[in-house]
């Protein structure tokens, strides 16, 4: 089934208007050949293709893996992540040491690829699910050779220590000062919640208060990924090879990424932060490479919008089913995960 | 709905999750058909506890609200607000009884973020108000989980 504004075209269909597109945007000598079309990670926001391209350039042959990134439109945060934005923050990180992928093209028309999309290049590296065993297993053990830990914690003082203005990323929005990070972040959730058509509960209008009255100021603006952890980055070699999955990025308080790296949220049987980071390593490296001083109090606080947030992915999840706009039956199912967000957000307040 | 619908939704769980999901060779449907499996599982659920959490909210809500009248009516008497209850609190309150909702609550909280969160009677309210609420996301956990 189709839903409404879901991205058109089969896996053959796909490479069909791709070896179009592409042959217009290599200028490509001849048809170019796509193969090994493959969807993968059947994310709740954005499609994401992998395939090869051979074409000539008049004299040669030329091949390169791509990466194929659609906006299907009835995706799972697709208000906060748009693609357009998505693209000029990857080209605005490319001089910078912030491990990413290349991106080459923005088409914004749905009728030439079948929705929006981004054609970037493939990076080598694989990206286990900690929320499964076997990729629980493989952070585990790639703890013990010590390398991906450093690179982990590497990786993230990259994207603090970005000259932000300078990349040109002040696009995203720039807090004023004070408590605007922190009311900018409620906001956007506040909104998310409203536009799910959720009937909400008491314990989200506490949370929205307390959050709101506790406000930290913040004190230094990087820029913020919004969702560092394992499974949102690329690893080769035991290194990592791409920070990914840029939808949530702001420039606001580093701290917001750093509670998310600590959060028990993102770690399953183990200490190890984010499953794979011991987190004195964490705190000696981040502080060394970065020269912020990690603000517990206030990573505290993140962690409840966090709950915040986690709740209105959701009630939006849930809306995407309710509404008609999205056939994918996990999404109905997250209408019982408010529930758990709830609960964890009543227990973080004290009650 | 009634016993005999939670007992329906509960076989019709069964059945898709033992029956119709692993007979099913495509790997994204037989996700969806595990996933319908478990969202008719939450749904029996919701009906076999659904009089016995609609009686216990009626009754927390009530008595909350007694609680909540009574304690702005005692700081009245004390004089010992710097600054009166405000009567958007009271409203919420007298909102809340009417509507027999934990989900008049909100009101109930935004009021009182409104007022002075820190204020020891807008205190003692919000604590009691999060007893209610720590009781109602248990019984909604009895479901989700």
Redesign the interface.
Known sequence: MSAAGAATHDHAGLAGVLSDYLAEQLDAAGPVAISGMERIA?GWSHETWLFEAVWSDGADEQRQAFCLRRDPGNALLRQESDLGEQFRVLKCLEPTEVPAPRAYWYEPDPEVLGAPAIVMERVPGECPSPWRRAGRDYYTAAAERGVLPASFTDALAAVHNVDWRAAGLDFLGVPSGDSDFALREIAKWEALIDESGH????????LI??L??HAPVTEQLTLVHGAYRTGNVLIHEDRVSAVLDWELQVIGDPMYDVAYVLTELNREGTELLSNVVPRGLFFERYQQATGIDIDLERCAYYQLLYAMRSAAFWMSAAGLYADGSNS???L??T???V??A??RA?TE?G? | MTADDHELLSRLADTVRNQIAPAVDDE?AR??AF??S??LQ?LAKQSQFADEHRAAETADIAALADQLDAAFAQADAAGETEAAVPEDLRDAVTRMRQRSS??A??E???A??GWD?SHPVARAA??A???V??RD??R??E???
């Open positions: 059947v009937p909400g509960h008491p314990i989200l209008a506490d208060g307390w709101r009255h994918d039956l996990r109905a199912r209408h019982w995960s529930t758990v709830l609960e009543a307040l009650y | 994204y996700t969806q996933m319908a478990v969202i939450r934990i989900a609550a909100s109930v909280i935004t009182l973020y969160p919000l604590a108000v999060r007893g609420l720590r996301i248990d909604r956990m479901i989700a989980q």
